[in-house]
């Protein structure tokens, strides 16, 4: 995982100084002459970068908190009867298997079957479960969801999740800024050094909106991927049917109640077809029974 998250670094490191020399070669054509706001392009290029990854890092760090006062979930410190001791046995079981530290775990009121995993690190994290869920599955279908939450905290799921929405948010802030710039000097003319104008601010607007949606693309891209992964997780922690039988009761669920902000790290998200499906954080359930029934034996 580790290998992963630091591979991922270097390639964005690896793509800012390649996009520095290419406005470097732009500048010297001269296609930002009589724009200095154009020309402190480095300038722009740490801003975005400092607030695309402090945005997102700001939300990994304060995740947690969060996803507790949005949800009400309580944490169990001490279990008050039989299913919460078995609850809080089956995490740490699943933890020591994953080789990460021992996550909080609580339960959130909610009618529907789900559960999410969130936090910081591999071993400050959160699994919860929603009462839907503990009323409606049997223990060996619970099993197979925590396997599927704890698989996500150790395979960094959270962690490479911020960093490619801060590289996104970077790039977003940074070229919708290049094309206000860009199009408020050919409104108003290259001999024309005064503030920006109004054209800078508009377009500046839209070119976030619609490089926003191209990131949201690209960000829903990778929350499917990580649930195929998550799924086989489960599997190997629990048993493939179990994380099948899982899988089938979720798809006779409600659709998730879970906050905005929390709904991509529910292991039950809806996913049907059309073009909105590229937006979504899950892909179809069943899809991934169908990925998790090719895959060889894993429990």
């Known amino acids: 995982m580790l290998k992963r998250i630091g591979l991922l670094i ?5 793509i800012l100084f390649v996009l520095n020399i290419v406005l470097a070669i732009l500048e010297r054509a001269g296609v930002f002459e009589g724009n200095e706001f154009l020309k402190n392009y480095g ?28 949800t009400g979930a309580q944490v169990i410190d001490q279990p008050r009867n039989a299913d919460e001791a078995w609850l809080l046995e089956t995490v740490r079981r699943q933890a020591q298997q994953a080789g990460i530290g021992m996550p909080e775990v609580a339960v959130y009121d909610a009618p529907e079957m789900n559960a999410f995993a969130t936090g910081p690190t591999r071993n ?4 919860a ?15 197979a ?20 929405q801060g590289v996104l948010n970077t790039f977003v802030i940074f070229f919708s800024r290049i094309i206000g710039g860009l199009i408020d000097s050919a409104l108003r003319g290259k001999d024309d050094r005064g503030g920006r104008g109004i054209g800078y601010w508009v ?13 949201s693309l690209v960000v829903a891209w990778f929350s499917r991927r990580r649930e195929y992964r998550a799924d086989i997780g489960g599997a190997t922690l629990s048993g493939k049917q179990n994380m099948i039988g899982a899988l089938r009761r979720l798809g006779r669920s409600e659709e998730s109640t879970l906050p905005a902000s929390m709904a991509a ?12 499906a590229l937006f979504r954080s899950h892909p179809p359930i069943e899809e991934r029974i169908r990925a998790l029934e090719e895959q060889g034996k894993l429990g």
């Open 124 to 127: 400050s994290a959160l699994v």
């Open 265 to 276: 790290f529910g292991i039950s998200g809806g996913g049907k077809g059309g073009l909105m």
């Open 10 to 14: 270097v390639t964005n490191f690896a």
């Open 203 to 215: 377009s500046t607007i839209v070119a976030e909106i619609l490089l926003g949606i191209l990131a």
């Open 129 to 143: 479960v929603s009462t839907g869920l503990l009323r409606s599955m049997n223990k060996a279908e619970v099993e």
């Open 43 to 70: 300038s722009l290029l740490v801003m975005s970068a400092m607030f695309g990854f402090g945005g997102a890092f700001i939300s990994l760090l304060i995740s947690k908190w969060m996803a507790k006062w949005t």
């Open 145 to 164: 969801v925590l396997g599927h939450e704890v698989s996500h905290i150790a395979n960094g799921d959270m962690v490479t999740l911020t960093l490619i």
